[in-house]
């Protein structure tokens, strides 16, 4: 029996799609910013796919890095692979893990593994190669109904293990059959029994959808047999909604508090307002700070880790394009912020505390987080009015562990600013 260690929940993730990262598009000029990187209090550097793109069917001017051409090597773009190599050591200096972004759902259409093995690969009801998902056109799925598929697979995943990488963050791993997953998880703990394991697991209309078609898709419950984190995306549709005005915030919360009573007890999500598939965060509340303030810290303070996706932290607004070269345009900057969460979140409390969200008039949340010493109590208003919520607070005055301001309570009662309240109180709710 797999055990996820909870500690993950205290960590902070950092996504980077290398060409698109810097000026460079290198990881020679990645490594040069590692030092920032980790200084916003970073735990884990995610790469989006290193490898060589396929130019059959390639979209755009440079293609899709999810359309692999050869999972052996390294995209002659981002460097060679003693750069990657030099990457993992640099990140591995500074207190930082390297996790990887793996493929194995699909290939391009002129891939190694295409080429020199067609049997491995999917076919419609007419024989041709073919994906299963419309509108993925440059790429091709694979049939893992081949057992060499997946030896050659494991042997892939273990050569990364040896060389160091940390951590394998899993494409679209609802599609890829679970065994085929616990049986590559058994093989890299060989070699180092502490690599990370993240699945990005699909909407749970996606999920149906496939499964209306005739074809597997594993549920959120059961990819947590074999992985330590997921994506939110069960959630995530809610979030989208409520950003748009199409359902209430107390629907969301609703979802988010049943999430400890639907997955084991140690699960792990990672929390994230955006990512390379969605919208910047910063576009979707039109560049508004306070609310991308508000937002951040929420992100942050949910049980679960954190997760960024580069140029979050200067507000950029527009989510570089997959297929061409796009660099990270800057709007701002809220790396103090982050700094302050990124420390918080490494308290004890946010491993193994008890984690409740209350709905608090129409737009406000207040979340409790309760430890064996300390206890936490934080209030966000996503609304555009000014508030008052009722707490179990006792009189008296409380140092904001975000603002760094002194917040007086009278009456059980703390303003519920557009900026976040968070406070630190003994385990019963004294003053700390």
């Known amino acids: 029996m797999k055990t996820t260690p909870t500690d993950l929940r205290k960590r902070t993730m950092y996504q980077v799609f290398v060409r698109n990262h810097t000026k460079d598009g290198t990881f020679k000029a990645l490594i040069a ?3 920032r990187i980790k200084d916003l ?18 979209k755009g001017t440079m293609g899709s890095p999810y359309a692999i051409r050869d999972y052996r090597k390294i995209s002659p773009d981002l460097g060679t692979m003693d750069d990657f190599k ?36 999917h076919r419609n009801e007419n024989g041709e190669l ?3 998902v419309g509108d993925w056109w440059d790429i091709v799925d694979l049939d893992y109904g081949h057992p060499a598929l997946w030896d050659e697979m494991i042997d892939v995943l273990t050569g990364y293990a040896k060389m160091g990488v940390d951590g394998f963050r899993s494409d679209v791993a609802s599609l890829v ?17 502490d690599v990370i394991w993240l699945a990005e697991t699909v909407e749970t ?15 959120e419950g059961e990819i947590f047999q074999v992985f330590d984190m997921t994506y939110d995306y069960d959630l995530f549709p809610f979030l989208k909604g409520y950003w748009h005005g199409k359902i209430s915030l107390k629907r969301y919360v609703e979802r988010l508090n049943e999430q400890d009573g639907i997955y084991p007890e140690n699960y792990v999500k990672i929390r994230f307002l955006e990512n390379h598939d969605q919208p910047r965060i910063a ?38 394009g997959l297929f061409e070269k796009d660099p990270i345009q800057r709007n701002g900057d809220i790396r103090p912020l ?3 969460l990124t420390r918080l979140k490494k308290e004890d409390l946010f491993a193994n505390g008890a984690f409740v969200y209350e709905i608090k008039g129409k737009d406000v949340i207040h979340l409790t987080i309760t430890g064996v010493q300390d206890k936490i109590e934080a209030f966000f208003n996503f609304g555009n009015e000014t508030c008052s919520v009722g707490s179990d607070l006792p009189e008296g005055k409380y140092d904001d562990l975000i603002s760094d301001e002194n917040h007086c309570v009278e009456d059980t009662a703390i303003p519920a600013r557009m900026t976040p309240v968070v406070i630190k109180t003994g385990r019963r709710g004294q003053h700390a």
């Open 177 to 193: 059959p679970l065994d085929f997953w616990e049986r590559a998880r058994h093989a890299v703990s060989e070699i180092n029994n």
């Open 86 to 121: 030099t990457l993992i050591g640099e990140a591995h200096q500074r207190g930082m893990k390297i996790m990887m972004d793996i493929v194995f759902n699909h290939t391009s259409w002129d891939s190694l593994l295409l080429e020199n093995h067609p049997e491995w690969f």
């Open 130 to 132: 073919s994906g299963r």
């Open 205 to 219: 209309h996606f999920c149906k959808h496939i499964r209306d078609m005739g074809y597997a898709c594993a549920s």
């Open 338 to 340: 982050i700094k302050k």
């Open 283 to 320: 576009d979707v509340l039109n560049l508004n700070k306070e609310k991308i303030i508000t937002w951040t810290t929420f992100m942050f303070l949910q049980k679960g880790a954190a997760f960024l996706y580069a140029g979050q932290e200067y507000l950029s607004d527009r989510r570089p």
């Open 41 to 58: 209090g970073t735990d884990i550097l995610y790469l989006l796919p290193v490898h060589p793109i396929g130019e059959k069917r390639r």
């Open 33 to 35: 910013d590692l030092d």
